[in-house]
């Protein structure tokens, strides 16, 4: 253990290399890890040994399973469906506008239980409440769930 | 969960049912293996010889679905051999006398015939679990993604509170949550019956709270679960708006959702990928992923924990409490004027009573787990510990039914689903990262050698898998992992979407998806 601890203190070779302490996203444990970065790039993951979940333990997935965030298919910017009938890209300026419209025409044509909000038990815990917040407050229905049932 | 994720080093006895821990939850797994070491014993309960059966020293390969019956038969010998904590059944529990009249007929010869667990084994698991002085219950989806997913959860906390295997260290009835924040998410009040902080839609005070806070009227009544949401889709639910979740793939009966999201006027998603859902969408809202968003994640153990940036998002995604915020400016509704996550944050806590004692800056450290109802409070990393906060905890009496879907003559073979080590969830990420992608590259059936070779199928071959809801086609890999008569394959893989085969039934409290009992015919192809 004294070792393994001395191996993950070991200084980086290169220098510019940013440590972020951060918590494991896959999934409840809740694993204290930190993010190595350079150049804005994400260039390793490290248990934290002083994790308050694991204690300095991490999986295959928290380890090692981080490429997708810089993965050439990343959503780079906003997509609408046009008449063509495919997305395409657009600006958040537009994307919004055509959102908004899209649940202002079914409440006015439905009403405001037409309108249903499914969250994410992936996202921060800001996204969810604020999911539950748009409904809530915008259209004054409790139609809104996570994913905890699926 | 009911206690610490430290208390898995504490327990003498460890039941685990329907928990695949070494593979969902592997840290978890980590730190009960350092108790076993010592000599702690661990009883396992689950259909597959999965590796923490392999670590067991009483393993109970029951059939998938028949939890509720293998509780009652531990139930009845612990009642019989006089096991039960008088003391803490008579300070803390209502129902003791109806619930023994109730168990006295489930014997473990009954259970037996269920299940398919000996007779024996029971009464020794009833015992060991009864007779330890620290003993502890972990279970996952496997009891509750069941049609009884209530009654499975329900008939644990029957032995817990019978034994008084609760509210103490190395005790407790402890289910290990899969998602990094989905314990967060409820926190939140992302419920058709819940404001955020588990408050109660239907209390005319929790209405007049939040409708004080976010300036608008509420419905006194619940709103309809995501289920309800999709099988009403285009006659009464027209919009929707989805954060983060790729239903196509998670989600039962994937031509069911597929049909639903397409009968509807308008549908926008947010998410990191083109998801096959975001695929289907009208608007499609670009995020930011894990890495690179502040925030804070709930864990398992009701740990309140921040999460940081550390790189630049690509292009223009942005992190979602900004997108929601946008939006609902755009829209004219009110009270999302927020600058930063830690806003949002200190929101939460002044509506929230089990965050009370918290705020953005308290919580740096990582060293709350709720309730935290006032400042200066500590934080609860055990609950339960001085009392129920409803008061006195009731044992009720639960009966054994079979699940949506028995086999027959046409179906003969049970399939149960679940996780891989290596991947999580559709592989959304996992899927778009390198070194697992070389580990898991794709799904497969696990099958019994026997049925391997009983039903002319060839190991590394494929297969045809036909349930009442569609076909798959996937690979066949010969294990005695798998019992006789029942298969296993993961959901993960959009390539092989075992989710066109699942969708039997649905719990009738929860509306939780029956995901663990299918019945299928299994084909050489």
């Not at chain 2, 329907?18 to 730190?31: D, I, K």
């Not at chain 2, 009249?101 to 299940?115: D, G, Y």
């Not at chain 2, 004692?357 to 787990?369: E, F, P, S």
Request: proline content about 5%; overall charge negative.
């Amino acid at each position: 253990m004294a070792l393994l601890q001395e191996l993950r203190e070991l200084p980086l070779i290169n220098s510019g290399v940013t440590k972020t302490r951060t918590v494991c996203g896959y999934c409840g444990v809740g694993c204290s890890v930190d993010i190595l970065s350079k150049d804005d790039h994400i260039i390793g993951v490290q248990p934290a040994m002083d994790g308050p979940a694991n204690l300095g333990a991490l999986c295959v997935k928290g380890q090692f399973a981080y490429d997708y965030v810089h993965h050439p298919d990343r959503l780079k910017k906003p997509l609408v469906r046009r008449e063509d009938g495919k997305l395409h890209e657009t600006t958040w300026e537009e994307a919004l506008q055509v959102a908004a419209d899209g649940f202002r025409k079914v409440e006015q044509k439905y009403g405001r239980h037409a309108i249903y909000g499914v969250s994410s038990g992936r996202t921060p815990t800001e996204a969810d409440y604020l999911m539950q917040k748009f409904i809530r407050a915008g259209f004054g229905t409790h139609n809104i769930d996570n994913c905890s049932r699926a | 969960m009911s206690n610490p994720l430290s208390d898995l080093e504490k327990a003498d006895v460890y039941f685990c049912i329907g928990t695949n821990m070494t593979e969902c939850h592997p840290v978890a797994a980590t730190r009960m293996k350092k108790a076993l070491a010592r000599g702690s014993k661990l009883i396992v309960a689950d259909p597959r010889y999965i590796k923490l059966a392999e670590m067991s020293d009483l393993y109970l390969p029951l059939r998938v679905g028949t939890d509720v019956a293998l509780l009652l038969g531990m139930a009845h010998v612990i009642v019989r051999e006089n096991l039960l904590d008088h003391k803490f059944i008579e300070e803390r529990t209502n129902g003791i006398e109806e619930y023994i009249a109730h168990v006295k007929q489930f014997t473990p010869e009954w259970a037996s015939e269920i299940t398919g667990v000996p007779a024996k084994d029971i009464e020794k698991a009833a015992i060991m679990y009864a007779s330890a002085d620290k003993a502890s219950i972990y279970y996952t989806l496997g009891i509750t993604e069941h049609i009884c997913g209530v009654d499975n959860v329900q008939s644990l906390s029957n032995l817990a509170l019978m034994t008084g295997h609760l509210g103490r260290e190395g005790c407790g009835i402890n289910p290990l949550r899969g998602q990094n924040n989905i314990q967060g998410a409820g926190d939140a009040g992302t419920a058709p019956s819940d404001y955020p902080g588990y408050q109660s839609v239907l209390k005319p005070e929790n209405r007049e709270k939040f409708e004080k806070a976010y300036g608008r009227e509420m419905d006194a009544e619940k709103g309809i679960t995501k289920v309800t949401a999709l099988e009403l889709c285009g006659e009464g639910i027209h919009a929707m708006l989805i954060d983060g979740e790729n239903s196509v793939v998670s989600d039962p009966d994937r031509a069911h959702t597929e049909h639903a999201f397409g009968k509807l006027d308008f549908l926008c998603v947010i998410d990191i990928f083109l998801t096959e859902t975001a695929a289907m969408a009208d608007v499609v809202l670009p995020a930011t992923a894990w890495g690179e968003t502040d925030g804070t994640f709930t864990s398992t153990e009701r740990r309140i924990q921040r999460v940081r940036a550390a790189v630049t998002p690509p292009g223009e995604a942005k992190p979602d409490w900004w997108i929601l915020s946008a939006l609902a400016n755009s829209m004219g509704i009110q009270g999302f004027e927020y600058d930063s996550p830690a806003e949002v944050f200190n929101e939460i806590c002044s509506l929230v009573p089990i965050y009370a004692g918290v705020d953005w800056d308290l919580i740096d450290g990582g060293q709350y787990q709720w309730p935290i109802p006032y400042k200066g409070h500590p934080g609860t990393p055990r609950l339960h510990e001085d009392g129920f906060t409803n008061g006195r905890a009731v044992l009720r009496a639960i009966g054994y039914r079979d699940p949506a879907e028995v086999i027959d003559d046409e179906f003969p073979v049970w399939l149960t689903t679940g996780r891989r080590l290596q991947n999580y969830h559709t592989r959304t990420q996992t899927g778009r990262s390198s070194g697992i992608d070389y580990l898991a590259p794709e799904e497969y059936l696990e099958v019994h050698p026997d049925n391997v070779q009983k039903w002319g199928l060839t190991d590394g071959g494929w297969a045809k898998v036909t349930s009442r809801r569609g076909e798959i086609k996937i690979k066949v890999k010969s294990t005695p992992r798998s019992p006789r008569g029942t298969v296993f394959a993961s959901f993960s893989y959009a390539e092989t979407p075992v989710n066109i085969l699942t969708g039997s039934g649905y719990d009738p409290t929860t509306h939780t998806a029956e995901m663990k009992v299918t019945v299928v015919r299994v084909e050489p192809l």
